[in-house]
């Protein structure tokens, strides 16, 4: 398993994954977009642009689902006619944004190769991404993180809790991707740093 790292000959941060690792981080972003355009929470769909720029039918109320909660909090807790109103101008284009994030992760990762089935062994996929799409990944990142933690109800200081898990455990499985991502952000991160 490689991170992300900064080469200065093409100005380019790169990555190479295997087969199953480039195929996880597309399911997960796939999931992650299926998620935010939950049609319940989305406003409606117009023909007519300068409506359509104008809408603020967003939802008022916090999402019932707990990573759609802890991806858009409640902005105003003491003041619940304030925070429906925050909400209902932010929230639709913040989940587009997101979505739009994963789906640079699924894009790029396609365009380097990563069929839309995985059934070849020994297969590795390698991503270049410029200064901008790679901060779009660690965003996504960031997202992703947050809905394994909040599916796992991880919280901070208590990594030897989950150290501690048996193998076998399904959660240990999930826990060790949570990792996986973390470790990806911070090379990206590093490789960012790098590039400035």
């Keep these: 398993m490689t991170g992300f790292a900064y080469h200065r000959r093409g100005k380019q941060i790169a990555a190479t994954?295997?087969?199953?690792?480039?195929?996880?981080?597309?399911?997960?972003?796939?999931?992650?977009?299926?998620?935010?355009?939950?049609?319940?929470?989305?406003?409606?769909q117009t023909s007519d642009p300068l409506e359509a720029l104008l809408d603020f039918s967003g939802p008022t109320t916090e999402p019932?689902?707990?990573?759609?909660?802890?991806?858009?909090?409640?902005?105003?807790?003491?003041?619940?006619?304030?925070a429906g109103e925050f909400?209902?101008?932010?929230?639709?284009?913040?989940?587009?944004s997101k979505a739009a994030g994963a789906s640079s992760i699924v894009e790029a990762l396609e365009e380097a190769g990563l069929p839309p089935e995985l059934l070849e062994d020994g297969l590795m996929i390698d991503v270049e991404l410029d200064?901008?799409?790679?901060?779009?990944?660690?965003?996504?990142?960031?997202?992703?993180?947050?809905?394994?933690?909040?599916?796992?109800?991880?919280?901070?200081g208590d990594e030897d809790y989950?150290?501690?898990?048996?193998?076998?455990?399904?959660?240990?499985?999930?826990?060790?991707?949570?990792?996986?991502?973390g470790?990806?952000?911070?090379?990206?991160?590093?490789?960012l740093v790098r590039a400035a």
Excluded: C, K
């Design 183 to 191: 470790y990806l952000q911070e090379t990206l991160v590093e490789s």
């Design 64 to 82: 019932e689902d707990p990573v759609l909660a802890r991806l858009f909090p409640t902005a105003y807790r003491d003041d619940e006619e304030a």
């Design 131 to 156: 200064a901008a799409e790679a901060e779009t990944w660690m965003r996504s990142f960031t997202d992703l993180r947050l809905a394994l933690a909040t599916r796992l109800d991880i919280e901070e």
């Design 87 to 96: 909400r209902r101008f932010t929230e639709g284009s913040l989940r587009e």
């Design 17 to 44: 994954f295997s087969g199953f690792e480039a195929d996880l981080l597309r399911s997960l972003a796939s999931q992650l977009i299926e998620l935010l355009h939950d049609e319940a929470s989305l406003p409606q």
């Design 162 to 181: 989950w150290d501690q898990l048996s193998e076998e455990d399904p959660r240990s499985q999930v826990y060790g991707i949570y990792q996986w991502l």
